[in-house]
């Protein structure tokens, strides 16, 4: 089955503490990239990655890294969470001509 | 950098009623994504446009795109109490591959 899978679904860490969210998908899609959704503001793209060892930022990249060492994965990392980066997260991929852009199923990040 | 507006922000409709949610932009569309989102979970794709006047449909969804507006509709008739959730547009910007969402519209069906 054709699918976007991220963990953890749900994490309540703290402030400080570094942290990875793992999205991971099996469709062979070059294009991949991570969003933030939140009330009152949308879906905002945060990186985004062409193909391996190609990534770029979003609107809204600070405070976030990610990485690209294989097609499949697409790692988000929080070096340093801080509370305004409680949030709903979600990664998606595509390939470059694709017309519909699989997203996984989001992580709740809450952040104390 | 585009914008995407969509309308109504909510909707609260009694099951077997027709509705329409509207999504505009600021620039030109090229490519036009409507979605589903049940609240908190993720998004299911429902279709994509991509030229003028191209019209789609989807069980009881149908959904067209109006490039002189910059414009598209997404249509539910019949509305069922599973037509329950957040609809998203989203539209290419540029070369990245990047979609830009609308900001939602709360759709409610009351039995």
């Known amino acids: 089955e054709a699918q976007v899978t991220q963990n953890p679904r749900y994490l309540i860490t703290v402030t400080g503490k570094k942290l990875t969210v793992t999205c991971s998908q099996n469709?062979?899609?070059?294009?991949m990239s991570w969003y933030r959704q939140d009330p009152g503001l949308g879906l905002r793209q945060i990186y985004y990655s062409m193909n391996v060892e190609v990534t770029d930022k979003g609107d809204v990249p600070e405070g976030y890294k990610v990485s690209r060492k294989e097609k499949r994965n697409f790692p988000l990392i929080l070096e340093s969470p801080s509370p305004n980066q409680t949030s709903l997260y979600f990664c998606?991929?595509?390939?470059?001509?694709?017309?519909?852009?699989?997203f996984g199923p989001g992580t709740r990040l809450t952040v104390t | 950098s585009q914008e995407l507006e969509q309308s109504p922000q909510s909707l609260i409709v009694q099951e077997g009623k027709n509705l329409t949610i509207n999504c505009t932009s600021s620039k030109t569309l090229y490519g036009l994504y409507w979605y589903k989102q049940k609240y908190g979970e993720g998004l299911i794709f429902l279709m994509m446009l991509q030229k003028g006047g191209e019209e789609k449909s989807h069980e009881k969804i149908t959904a067209k795109l109006d490039e002189k507006k910059q414009q598209s509709s997404l249509h539910i008739t019949a509305s069922q109490p599973s037509h329950a959730g957040i609809y998203l547009c989203g539209a290419d910007v540029g070369s990245n591959y990047k979609l830009t969402f609308g900001k939602g519209t709360l759709l409610t069906v009351n039995p």
């Open positions: 998606a991929s595509r390939t470059r001509q694709g017309r519909e852009q699989y």
């Open positions: 469709m062979n899609h070059e294009y």
